[in-house]
């Protein structure tokens, strides 16, 4: 790991590396964790999927047909977007269609920018990255946009903080009190299609879920309120993928990958400790 930051030092793209990472994991801690307090995880995984659509068509049209200025992760926002919207009308006006309705999008979404990879001339390496994760080839055009996804997730998130938390923890006493459930439940989705989006530069498309709740779920184990579970799990993040990059820099193996299974083994540490908690105080329980 020492190595690593030596090189981080001297080389312009670790900086803007670990600068992604680092501005990814904000918004992944005030976002994930509602996500797991919603239980919402298998949503967020379908709006994960249609992402390839979106970036598909905007490599596709930039390629193709000249829109140099369209980048893929414009293409991936507006298909992030398009998904949470559709997913929160299915899941607020018709529950029993709703896994069929995710499903559907998860397997589209892929299914499209697969189509529109297969169109695009040449191999398009810079998609493939977006898929499995690089965050290597991030720059710093990328980061400004990343920077700006971020304050948008992070402003909102914070700003309608009591509303989210009402809508997350109690919908029936939140609409009792004339909150307008089905508007902050949409926009908790689009806010998770946004960071999606921020993580999917770390980790890629395949990975991003476990990247998004894995770090709430470990920090609800000692975390008691909403805020305090943001500001571990931010925290774990920026942990998580500063430590993936370290770690896979001298054996040259993927950054994000390398950061997932961190965070898997960590997620499985704790769960087992808790457990085994739990256990002792059954028996100490019993024996009293």
């Known amino acids: 790991m020492t190595e690593y930051f030596h090189a981080v030092a ?63 992760l414009y293409g991936a926002i507006a298909a992030a977007l398009i998904a949470a919207v559709i997913i929160g009308i299915v899941s607020l006006r018709g529950r029993q269609r709703e896994d069929t309705v995710i499903g559907a999008l998860w397997a589209i979404g892929m299914a499209t920018g697969v189509l529109f990879i297969a169109r695009t001339p040449g191999y398009q390496v810079e998609l ?18 990343l920077g700006v996804l971020d304050t948008v997730v992070i402003g909102v998130g914070l700003l309608m903080y009591n509303q989210l938390q009402a809508v997350c923890f ?26 999606v989006v921020l993580l999917i530069s770390v980790v890629g498309i395949v990975m991003v879920i476990a990247l998004l ?12 309120t909403l ?36 965070a898997g083994a960590a997620y499985v540490i704790v769960f087992a400790a808790a457990s085994l908690r739990r256990r002792l105080r059954s028996v100490s329980a019993a024996t009293a």
């Open 213 to 224: 709740t894995l770090p709430a779920a470990i920090a609800g184990h000692f975390c008691r």
């Open 170 to 195: 109690d919908e029936e006493f939140a609409r009792l009190r004339g909150l307008n459930v089905e508007f902050y439940y949409i926009l908790l989705l689009c806010l998770t299609a946004l960071t």
């Open 10 to 72: 001297a080389n312009t793209f670790l900086q803007i590396a670990l600068a992604a990472g680092l501005l990814a994991s904000v918004a992944c801690g005030v976002i994930g964790s509602y996500v797991v307090v919603r239980r919402i995880s298998y949503i967020a995984g379908g709006i994960a999927h249609c992402v390839l659509g979106g970036m598909g068509a905007a490599y596709y049209l930039s390629r193709v047909h000249g829109l140099t200025w369209l980048h893929p």
């Open 128 to 145: 493939m990255s977006y898929l499995f994760g690089n965050i290597l080839m991030v720059t710093s055009n990328d980061l400004w946009l």
């Open 227 to 262: 805020w305090q579970l943001m500001l571990a799990s931010a925290a774990l993040c920026m942990i998580f993928t500063t430590a993936g990059q370290a770690l896979s820099y001298t054996p040259d193996l993927p950054p994000g990958a390398t950061t997932i299974v961190l």
